[in-house]
């Protein structure tokens, strides 16, 4: 990645093609926009036709103004590209440091985003840190960055070349302008019947002027807006390079350590042949790591294999050892499954005997509470029967206990209470009917 960062800021034909075209197409993109604007548009106006197409210099002159416009509306997102540089490159690390950081630096630096490195302060510490690394010194950094420093500023200056040129241009094309309006009105004079009349020429001449002289005051009044926009963004890009510059000086002069100057080659000349050392000794390091790992990773494939024969011999010795368990083990559950089977069938058997013999008996106690439920249903009925007999009788004895035959009623009535427990001699408790026979006044008993 380092190279290819490197030759993007050695090769600047890119850059300049892009700083040609791409204001050349938004410009006429704009003018596009704008005359749509003044011709269907709500600039519509008979001043904005008079001034920006009444001759066809003033569309020339419009065009032009809307291109350098589009330069400077480049140049305004250079220099805010250049502030976010700023605060987005920054170099770690201490003082007294080895050259060799500049490398890591680079390498660093290359890993950032295209509009960082070529940036200002991108290439500006990229070109600073490539001396320190193409030199193996720090020697020379103060009077290198002064360098760098001096270049930027001619790149920023040759930048606006393309508007200054515009700029230039733009009154020229104005005066042009009114100049061929008035070698034009007066080639009409010529060629008029009245030319002989002071009064005709002088009311030409008047009329064809009021005209052509747009273009003059067009062509300054753009002038006047680019120069003063162009000063502006020109002031905001020279403090980005000011900034650029002490932050180019602080992040770098004192960083790296000084060990001889120029005027003590032998010095550099030593710290050159400890620095070769220094690589070859990493070189050969690197070389014996590289065989160790070599040997690790044999003996590591070595151990590999015998971890799986022996793993293999394991899983088969383990295989028939599982085999013949699990073999013997089924024939132990068949064995044991099977007596429990028949001791089940014993169990069954007997479970049903018993359930057989329950079953019956359950059946006789229901036979029995059946009948034992219908003698004492007819017993609840006889005794409600007797009970209102017995009621009856009583009346009838107290209606009939004045009359004078009551004797021989009561005997019919005894025969008849006693024919009833006759037929309810089954029950114990059955209610005895008393016949009492009352006193009558007059009459023995």
């Given at each position: 990645m380092l190279p290819v960062s490197r030759s993007e800021n050695r090769n600047p034909s890119g850059s300049i093609l892009?700083?040609?075209?791409?204001?050349?197409?938004?410009?006429?993109?704009?003018?596009?926009?704008?005359?749509?604007?003044?011709?269907?548009?709500?600039?519509?106006?008979?001043?904005?036709?008079?001034?920006?197409?009444?001759?066809?210099?003033?569309?020339?002159?419009?065009?032009?103004?809307f291109v350098c416009l589009a330069a400077l509306a480049q140049k305004l997102w250079s220099v805010l590209g250049e502030h976010a540089a700023l605060a987005?490159?920054?170099?770690?690390?201490?003082?007294?440091?080895?050259?060799?950081?500049?490398?890591?630096w680079l390498d660093k630096l290359a890993e950032l985003p295209g509009r960082h490195r070529s940036s200002f302060f991108g290439r500006r510490l990229m070109d600073a840190l490539e001396s320190v690394?193409?030199?193996?010194?720090?020697?020379?950094?103060?009077?290198?960055?002064?360098?760098?420093?001096?270049?930027?500023?001619?790149?920023?200056?040759?930048?606006?070349?393309?508007?200054?040129?515009?700029?230039?241009?733009?009154?020229?094309?104005?005066?042009?302008g009114t100049v061929i309006g008035i070698t034009q009105v007066i080639g009409d004079l010529a060629n008029q019947q009245d030319a002989l009349s002071g009064q005709g020429v002088m009311k030409g001449l008047l009329s064809g002027l009021y005209v052509?002289?747009?273009?003059?005051?067009?062509?300054?009044?753009?002038?006047?807006?680019?120069?003063?926009?162009?000063?502006?963004?020109d002031r905001m890009e020279v403090q980005v390079l000011e900034t650029v510059d002490r932050r180019a000086m602080h992040d770098l002069l004192g960083r790296f350590a000084v060990v001889g100057s120029a005027s003590d080659p032998q010095v550099q000349q030593f710290q050159r042949l400890a620095q070769a050392m220094l690589a070859a000794t990493e070189k050969l390091v690197e070389r014996q790591t590289i065989l160790w790992?070599?040997?690790?990773?044999?003996?590591?494939?070595?151990?590999?294999?015998?971890?799986?024969?022996?793993?293999d011999q394991m899983q088969t010795a383990l295989t028939g050892a599982?085999?013949?368990?699990?073999?013997?083990h089924a024939n132990q559950m068949a064995k044991i499954e099977q007596a429990s089977s028949e001791q089940l069938s014993q169990r069954w058997e007997q479970w049903q005997i018993a359930l057989s013999h329950n079953a019956r008996l359950l059946h006789a106690q229901q036979t029995e509470l059946v009948r034992q439920g219908e003698v004492m249903t007819q017993a609840i009925r006889a005794a409600g029967d007797v009970v209102q007999l017995e009621k009856a009788l009583n009346e009838n004895l107290s209606a009939l206990a004045g009359s004078k035959n009551f004797e021989d009623t009561v005997?019919?009535?005894?025969?008849?209470?006693?024919?009833?427990?006759?037929?309810?001699?089954?029950?114990?408790?059955?209610?005895?009917?008393?016949?009492?026979?009352?006193r009558t006044k007059g009459r023995a008993a």
């Open positions: 892009g700083n040609l075209a791409w204001p050349i197409v938004l410009g006429l993109l704009s003018v596009g926009g704008f005359y749509w604007l003044v011709l269907r548009g709500p600039l519509n106006h008979p001043l904005a036709l008079r001034y920006f197409t009444g001759h066809p210099v003033c569309i020339v002159e419009t065009v032009l103004f987005h490159i920054k170099l770690s690390g201490g003082s007294s440091l080895p050259t060799s950081q500049a490398t890591d690394e193409r030199n193996a010194s720090a020697d020379r950094l103060e009077s290198e960055l002064k360098h760098l420093s001096d270049l930027d500023a001619n790149r920023q200056q040759d930048s606006y070349a393309f508007i200054r040129i515009i700029v230039w241009a733009t009154p020229m094309l104005g005066f042009l052509k002289f747009d273009t003059t005051a067009l062509a300054l009044s753009f002038t006047v807006v680019l120069m003063f926009i162009q000063f502006l963004i790992q070599n040997s690790i990773k044999t003996a590591q494939h070595h151990w590999e294999k015998l971890a799986h024969a022996a793993g599982l085999s013949q368990a699990l073999v013997s005997m019919s009535l005894s025969a008849a209470i006693h024919l009833l427990n006759t037929r309810l001699g089954k029950i114990a408790d059955s209610p005895q009917v008393e016949l009492t026979v009352p």
